[in-house]
């Protein structure tokens, strides 16, 4: 059976990757697209209904799961949405801020939801390696990450670096908002043992790169994913899509519930 899937911002960047990776896919029917009027020319030729409202899009779908690549504020709308019609949703998009994200955890107990920063396996499988590198290096080396994206990119750092960030905080037992430095200037003195750099690149047409590096005594270990597409991403999001079908409302999913086997 294939699953129907509306997809918000469905004329941005992941928008039309989602788009044409569903209608590519007989998995998947692409039930409607939600875009605001002023970016939505051409969308018609997609073959389903375009709506500017999501409401209006799940009228003519009412089964379909929501796919959700756009902004914080776009995104929580949608969520509070589909937590009222009880429609499952995908969430991609980054740049939310501690208050976004708790509403979307409440909204979650009731609705089944799915967010992450970033949906490709190869960075789920570094939220994995890295407390294990991290503590087979040790309390010695210096713990920095670097992100570079494309020069359209709205958020820096980018969800996927303050995920790593976290991941690296809590392998060592530290608070992110504790440790974190988001990019040095002016005097800011010899570098605390308990620090942890983050620092975002933004130029041309880069898609997603995320290095972390270990600086000791004598070397350092380099650990880089770079995102050759946005294809990537898309493909875990419709994963993603089609696992949440069969769950039970349970708490924001995430990239842990769908590769890491979790409940
Ligand atoms: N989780 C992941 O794996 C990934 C996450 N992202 C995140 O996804 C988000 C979107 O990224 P891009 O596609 O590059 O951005 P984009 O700017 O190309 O696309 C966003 C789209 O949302 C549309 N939009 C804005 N307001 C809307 C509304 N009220 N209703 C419907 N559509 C609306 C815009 O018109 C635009 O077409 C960003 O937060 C980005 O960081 C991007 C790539 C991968
Ligand atoms: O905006 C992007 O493009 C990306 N955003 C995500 C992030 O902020 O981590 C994921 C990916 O790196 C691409």
């Not at 590519?24 to 051409?42: D, H, M, N, P, T």
Request: net charge negative.
């Amino acid at each position: 059976m294939s699953v129907p899937v509306i997809i918000m911002g469905a004329g941005g960047r992941m928008g039309s990757t989602l788009t044409r990776l569903a209608l590519e896919s007989e998995k998947f029917v692409l039930a409607g697209v939600v875009e605001r009027a002023e970016y939505s020319a051409g969308l018609e030729s997609l073959g389903c209904p375009v709506a500017h409202d999501l409401e209006d899009a799940l009228a003519a779908a009412p089964e379909a799961v929501v796919i959700d690549f756009t902004a914080p504020e776009v995104t929580l709308a949608a969520a509070r949405v589909a937590s009222r019609t009880g429609n499952p949703v995908v969430i991609g998009t980054t740049g939310l801020n501690g208050a976004q994200i708790a509403e979307l955890e409440k909204l979650a107990v009731s609705c089944r939801m799915f967010w992450s920063p970033n949906m490709s396996v190869g960075v789920y499988a570094l939220t994995r390696i890295l407390p294990e590198l991290s503590r087979i290096l040790g309390e010695d080396y210096d713990m920095e990450i670097t992100e570079i994206h494309h020069h359209h990119k709205k958020d820096a750092p980018s969800g996927t670096a303050v995920r790593l960030a976290q991941v690296l905080a809590g392998a060592r037992g530290w608070d992110l908002a504790d440790v974190g430095n988001y990019g040095r200037h002016g005097l800011p003195g010899a570098r605390p043992a308990r620090e942890l750099g983050v620092h975002a690149l933004r130029g041309g047409d880069v898609v997603g790169d995320h290095t972390v590096y270990f600086f000791g005594p004598g070397e350092r270990v380099e650990v880089t994913h770079r995102a050759h597409s946005r294809e990537n991403f898309a493909r875990g999001a419709l994963r993603a899509a089609v696992w949440l079908i069969t769950r039970e409302p349970g708490g924001l999913y995430g990239m842990d519930h769908l590769l890491g086997g979790l409940a």
